[in-house]
């Protein structure tokens, strides 16, 4: 009879040699990269779960190149050049299955998000219906419900400023997001306060349904047995555990017909659920849509708004050539009288160009998303040169790697210059707008092509017009930096300020 020990030997003695053969025969062998991901994906998963996956990353790419091997079937690349054909418009690279981890459990079956799904059809039949509800046009009558919001946070730091008292500037910030996105979708809060005794709950959520998504993508199969076994759920909450959430709100929302005098008032604002529920009669399509609004554009945002913050408190001279620009157009002026600026007038980069500059700069260094967006090499392989990538090998681009491309950038993309974004002295118009738009095209802060974020419009207008209070209103001094925790999201803990009332 054969003993235990005998049996687990024979088994990682046959690991090893199966491992050996796939590493040696694998065509991504010339690839270069840490030798351990060669072998297993378990690399991958232990570099994400150290929380700085950005910067490993950026020093994998800088050791070894524009193509790394970062697992035995994975190439991450940084290659300007491949930003088109990776995320192109036609969505010929599909979603790996890291994004399988985001499906939610509904019952006894496994639903699809729009984010999710790895079917180009399916992704088309969800998202299509409501797209036009997140054009630069249609956001902005969302407006008067984000203003909402930015005076709640208004009041909350003002609290802090006549006390005295250190501001937890990134709870705060994540608490107006939450309370934007919520307002903006289907007209609640959950902390009317600002302070955050009610949200944290939430926020804590959602951070660990991305936390989980980024360590368990990097090795799919492991979510079969933890978030989507059917017999006993196994972890932290993931992104079932928001789907819940949003479809308890909306079964406590008033039935469509019932809502017909109130949204026939003219003064009435309709909230984006309004609008769902015009499109769709689908009970779990309006939840996904609800939780792509809450759960992905709350993150995003709150990050975007923290990281610029500190990177102006950090930098005297830009918080400063920053709130003379508003000053100079009479925004200050206006905010700190109480009247809130129209967001038309804030995308005006003829009247605010330093504002454009500082919104672009953070978009670059600090982008919400912090891990490579995977796709799968399509039908016939792809050749650069001399390396073939067969059918079916993971490549990915990662933004916090790309934005720091400093043969694009310039010899310092580790700076907070939002000055590289103005026409320098030398150039004249077509070579400047000739710079940018190249620079644009390298920008993945809210992806690329046909899966490409829809929210960057709505997000646009929450960080635009909430940096804009906050530098009008306040003047900031840094008590204490934030924590960084790279995992799918970018997330920023812990910033501390003391403020004081201009």
């Known amino acids: 009879m054969i003993s235990m020990w005998s049996l687990g030997i024979s088994v990682l003695v046959a690991f090893t ?44 790419h800088e050791k070894y190149g524009e193509y790394l091997r970062l697992g035995p079937n994975h190439v ?12 192109d418009s036609k969505g010929q690279y599909r979603k790996s299955d890291f994004y399988a981890v985001a499906d939610f459990v509904r019952g006894s079956e496994v639903v699809c998000t729009g984010f999710s799904t790895r079917d180009e059809k399916q992704h088309l039949e969800i998202v299509r219906p409501i797209a036009k509800l997140y054009t630069s046009t249609a956001v902005i009558e969302h407006e008067p419900r984000l203003d909402q919001a930015i005076d709640i946070l208004v009041n909350a730091i003002e609290r802090h400023a006549s006390n005295d008292t250190s501001c937890p500037l990134d709870r705060l910030v994540y608490v107006f997001a939450t309370n934007a996105m919520t307002l903006m979708t289907f007209s609640q809060m959950f902390d009317p306060t600002g302070q955050g005794q009610n949200i944290q709950s939430l926020v804590h959520k959602t951070f660990l349904a991305t936390w989980y998504l980024a360590v368990v993508g990097q090795l799919p199969s492991l979510d079969r047995w933890l978030a989507k076994n059917p017999i006993c759920y196994i972890g932290p909450p993931s992104t079932s555990t928001l789907a819940q959430l949003a479809a308890e709100i909306l079964k406590e929302r008033q039935p469509v017909g019932s809502r017909g005098a109130l949204m026939s008032c003219p003064d009435y ?27 992905a554009g709350s993150d995003s945002t709150a990050i975007s708004i923290i ?25 200050g002026q206006q905010i700190r009288e109480g009247r809130q600026v129209k967001y038309n007038l804030l995308q005006d980069a003829t009247k605010f160009p330093y504002l454009d500059a500082v919104l672009r700069e953070n978009r670059r260094l600090h982008p919400p998303v912090a891990l490579g967006m995977e796709r799968v090499v399509p039908r016939g392989g792809f050749k650069h040169g001399d390396m073939f990538l ?7 681009m990662n933004p916090a790697v790309v934005h720091y491309n400093p043969d694009l950038f310039g010899p310092d993309p580790n700076q907070f210059r939002p000055e590289r974004w103005l026409p320098k002295a030398e150039e004249d ?54 924590s960084k925790h790279a995992y799918w999201f970018h997330y920023l803990k812990d910033l501390y300020v003391r403020v004081a009332v201009k």
């Open 17 to 60: 040699l199966s491992s050996l053969i796939n590493y040696v025969t694998s065509p991504l062998r010339g690839i270069p990269g840490p030798f351990l991901a060669g072998f297993t994906n378990v690399y991958r998963l232990i570099v994400v779960l150290r929380g700085n996956a950005d910067k490993t990353h950026r020093q994998l």
């Open 269 to 295: 604002q309709p909230d984006f659920l309004d609008h769902f529920d015009r499109i769709s009669t689908d009970f779990g399509v309006k939840v996904q849509w609800m939780m792509r609004n809450v759960a």
């Open 429 to 482: 118009h077509s070579t400047y707008t000739a710079r940018i738009k190249c620079w644009d095209e390298a920008m993945l802060t809210f992806g690329r092509g046909k899966r490409r974020c829809p929210g960057n419009h709505l997000s646009d207008m929450e960080v635009r017009k909430c940096i804009v209070t906050l530098v009008a209103r306040f003047s900031f001094d840094l008590e204490k930096g934030p």
């Open 390 to 396: 067969p059918e079916g090998t993971i490549v990915s």
């Open 307 to 331: 990281s610029l913050v500190y990177l102006l408190c950090q930098s005297s001279d830009a918080m400063d050539i920053l709130s003379n620009e508003l000053e100079e157009q009479g925004v």
């Open 76 to 87: 991450s690349i940084s290659d300007l050049k491949m930003i088109g054909v990776i995320y």
